[in-house]
C-alpha cells in the first residue's frame, strides 16, 4: 500500500511525529494530497502544538486536547468552523519562534533607572503592568510602552517608612510589604492606600489574587487577608525561621524560609498540606504553576518540585556560583538570578541550563517573565531594572 493511499486521520498521526520544519518545507515536494492536508489539517496542528508548544513538566494533559484550544480573541476572530485550523496553526508557529528566541535569538536589554537604591521585588501583572519596590522606599507602578521594549512610569506610591522589599498586582489591587513591618494595600486604579497591616517582623514576601492576598515575614508566619479590604482571616503557622518568599495559584499558596523548607498550603482550610524538603539553606524565591512548584536557595541550586507529592525534588538544577535569589517560570522557560550577578535561563524540558541572559553590576534580588514583550525584568543592587528582551 502506498502511503497516500492510507486514510486522512492515520496520515495525520503519522506527520504529527515529522519535525515541524521538515513538515512545512518538504511536503509540498511530495504530493499535493499532503500538502493540503498538512496546510488545512485542525487535527495536525493540535497534535503539532501538544508535541513542541505545550509543556507541562508533571502530569499528561490529553484531556486539555479534547476540545480546541483558542482563547476569547480567536474565538472572536475565526467565528467559522472551516478557520479554526488557522488559529491552531498560528498559535503553533508563534509558540515555536518565540522559544527560539528564547533560546537562541538575540537578548535585547534595556536599563530603568527610577529608583534611589536597591531594586528589591517585582512584578509583572497578566496586562504587562509592571510594579518594582525599592530600598528608597518607593513602589513605583510602570506601563510597557507600545513597541518599545521599556516601560514608563505611570505612578509612584509613597508610604513605606523603611525599605519597600516585596510587591505583586492584582486586577485591581497592588499589596506591597517592607522592612517597617507593614503590609499595605493600595487601590491600582487611583493609587490610594486602602488598608495597612501589620507584622512583628521584616515582610519578604507578599502575593495577591482576586479574593485573598498573602504576606510572609520574619516573624515565621504567613498570614491571609481579604483583597478587597485588608481585613486578616488567619495566621498560617508552620515556618521556624524567617518567611523569604511565597507564590499563589488558585485556592493554593506556597512559601519557603530560612528553615530550609518548602510549604503548601491549601488557602480553603488554611493549612500546610505538604512539606518539601531538599535545599540545605534558606529558600529565597518560589514559583508555582498548577502542581509545579521551583524555588531556588542560598544553596546554589534551583529545585524542581511536584506540589501533589511529599517526596523529595523532581530535579536539581546547578549552574549558578552563589545564593540563588529569585526564579520565574513560563512552560519549559525558566530564569532565575543570583548574587553572582548573573540572569540564567533554564530549559525544563531537559532539567539543564540553557544560556546567560544577561548580568547586573550587582546581586540581582528580583525577577519576572513578561509575557506580553517576551522578556524578563530583573532588579539588583546596582538601582537598575534591566529588561531583557529575546
Not at 496546510?39 to 496542528?45: C, D, Y
Amino acid at each position: 500500500m502506498h502511503l497516500l493511499d492510507l486514510p486522512p486521520e492515520v496520515l495525520v498521526i503519522i506527520c504529527s511525529h515529522v519535525d515541524w520544519h521538515d513538515l512545512l518545507c518538504g511536503t509540498g515536494l511530495t504530493s499535493r494530497l499532503l500538502h493540503d492536508l498538512v496546510h488545512e489539517s485542525n487535527a495536525l496542528w493540535r497534535m503539532m502544538y501538544k508535541k513542541f508548544c505545550h509543556y507541562s513538566a508533571l502530569q499528561d494533559t490529553d484531556d486539555v486536547f479534547d476540545m480546541p484550544f483558542l482563547c476569547l480573541d480567536d474565538v472572536q476572530r475565526h467565528p467559522d468552523e472551516a478557520s479554526l485550523h488557522q488559529s491552531w496553526k498560528a498559535r503553533c508557529m508563534r509558540s515555536l519562534q518565540e522559544d527560539a528566541r528564547f533560546s537562541y535569538g538575540k537578548v535585547g536589554r534595556e536599563i530603568m533607572c527610577r529608583h534611589n537604591g536597591w531594586i528589591m521585588g517585582c512584578h509583572v501583572a497578566a496586562d504587562g503592568t509592571l510594579a518594582t519596590a525599592g530600598s528608597d522606599r518607593k513602589v513605583i507602578i510602570w506601563s510597557p510602552q507600545s513597541n518599545l521594549p521599556g516601560y514608563e512610569v505611570v505612578r509612584i506610591l509613597y508610604g513605606h517608612t523603611d525599605w519597600a522589599r516585596c510587591v505583586r498586582l492584582s486586577r485591581d489591587r497592588i499589596i506591597s510589604g517592607g522592612c517597617d513591618k507593614q503590609v499595605r494595600l493600595w487601590d491600582r486604579e487611583s493609587g490610594a492606600l486602602i488598608q495597612t497591616m501589620d507584622h512583628q517582623g521584616w515582610v519578604n514576601a507578599v502575593a495577591i489574587g482576586d479574593d485573598i492576598a498573602l504576606s510572609g515575614s520574619d516573624d515565621h508566619l504567613v498570614k491571609l487577608w481579604r483583597a478587597d479590604n485588608g481585613n486578616m482571616l488567619h495566621e498560617m503557622r508552620g515556618h521556624t525561621d524567617n518567611v523569604c518568599c511565597m507564590d499563589m495559584c488558585d485556592s493554593f499558596a506556597v512559601s519557603g524560609g530560612a528553615d530550609m523548607r518548602i510549604r503548601l498550603w491549601d488557602l480553603a482550610r488554611a493549612e500546610c498540606v505538604h512539606v518539601l524538603i531538599g535545599h540545605t539553606n534558606w529558600v529565597r524565591g518560589v514559583r508555582m504553576q498548577d502542581s509545579l512548584i521551583i524555588s531556588s536557595a542560598s544553596d546554589k541550586t534551583l529545585r524542581v518540585w511536584d506540589g501533589r507529592s511529599p517526596d523529595g525534588p523532581v530535579a536539581t538544577l546547578r549552574g549558578h556560583k552563589d545564593f540563588v535569589k529569585c526564579v520565574d517560570f513560563s512552560g519549559w522557560k525558566v530564569v532565575s538570578g543570583s548574587t553572582d550577578m548573573v540572569i540564567q535561563s533554564w530549559d525544563l524540558r531537559a532539567m539543564a541550563p540553557l544560556r546567560q541572559l544577561g548580568r547586573h553590576d550587582g546581586d540581582i534580588e528580583c525577577l519576572a517573565f513578561s509575557a506580553t514583550k517576551n522578556s524578563t525584568i530583573t532588579g539588583g543592587r546596582d538601582s537598575c531594572v534591566l529588561v531583557h528582551t529575546w
